[in-house]
């Protein structure tokens, strides 16, 4: 089996920053996503890539970038983080249409 | 793009029986549609899902129905147990072969010894 890790964990910002967030997976799967997640809601796609170097719009691409440096890696920055945002951004993973998800990022906002 | 609308949005049962959460979909087209169990401060993990292939699959105590004639598809926990308390999520393929996937709102299942 493989495994997705996200770095980091948790991460607080301030109105205004610029915020990156890691993710990398281990299960040589070619598409990998970026997903919001409010509390207590669904999942909104953000960006994803069918493979390294490609990006594809999501829903909610507005105020992030991403970028996906390998096969296995793929970043997200948020431009210019919102006053009292507060999210968990889900990185996940497919080979086909089975999708595997990280731990998460838990943004905070200052 | 591809609508999922699930519901319901909160669903609070007795140890011991069943709970049901239904999703819907717009895209006839759509063939493969998972479900994920969310515990509180984890990551959603793919607990079931079914092909359109099928119209009833079962894996222990879960069960996931598929009515592709009226575009809905339905999770059933028997005997459910307090473990069994989570965030459910439907979801259904967005596009074809896009590999994307439309996710529903979420059902809150809250399991009361």
């Known amino acids: 089996g493989g495994i997705i890790t996200q770095t980091p964990k948790f991460l607080i910002g301030q109105e205004g920053q610029k915020l990156t967030l890691k993710c990398q997976q281990n299960?040589?799967?070619?598409?990998m996503y970026w997903y919001r997640q409010d509390s207590g809601k669904g999942l909104r796609l953000i960006y994803y890539?069918?493979?390294?170097?490609?990006?594809q719009k999501g829903d909610l691409s507005e105020g992030y970038d991403a970028s996906r440096e390998k096969k296995s890696s793929f970043s997200l920055t948020v431009t210019s983080a919102q006053k009292n945002e507060m999210a968990v951004f889900l990185c996940?993973?497919?080979?086909?249409?089975?999708?595997?998800f990280g731990p998460g990022t838990r943004l905070t906002v200052l | 793009g591809e609508q999922v609308e699930q519901l319901p949005s909160i669903l609070r049962v007795q140890e011991g029986s069943s709970a049901s959460i239904n999703c819907s979909y717009e895209?006839?087209?759509?063939?493969?549609f998972p479900w994920y169990k969310q515990e509180p401060g984890e990551n959603p993990k793919l607990i079931i899902d079914?092909?359109?292939?099928?119209e009833r699959k079962q894996i222990q105590e879960l069960i996931v129905l598929l009515d592709k004639k009226a575009k809905r598809f339905s999770l059933h926990i028997t005997d459910t147990q307090p473990g069994d308390s989570a965030m459910y999520f439907c979801?259904?393929?967005?596009?074809?072969?896009?590999?994307?996937?439309?996710f529903g709102h979420g059902t809150i299942l809250r399991v009361h010894p």
């Open positions: 079914i092909r359109s292939n099928m």
């Open positions: 979801a259904a393929p967005t596009g074809a072969n896009t590999g994307k996937l439309t």
């Open positions: 890539s069918i493979t390294e170097n490609d990006l």
């Open positions: 895209d006839s087209a759509s063939n493969y």
């Open positions: 299960f040589n799967h070619d598409t």
């Open positions: 996940a993973s497919s080979w086909g249409i089975e999708q595997y």
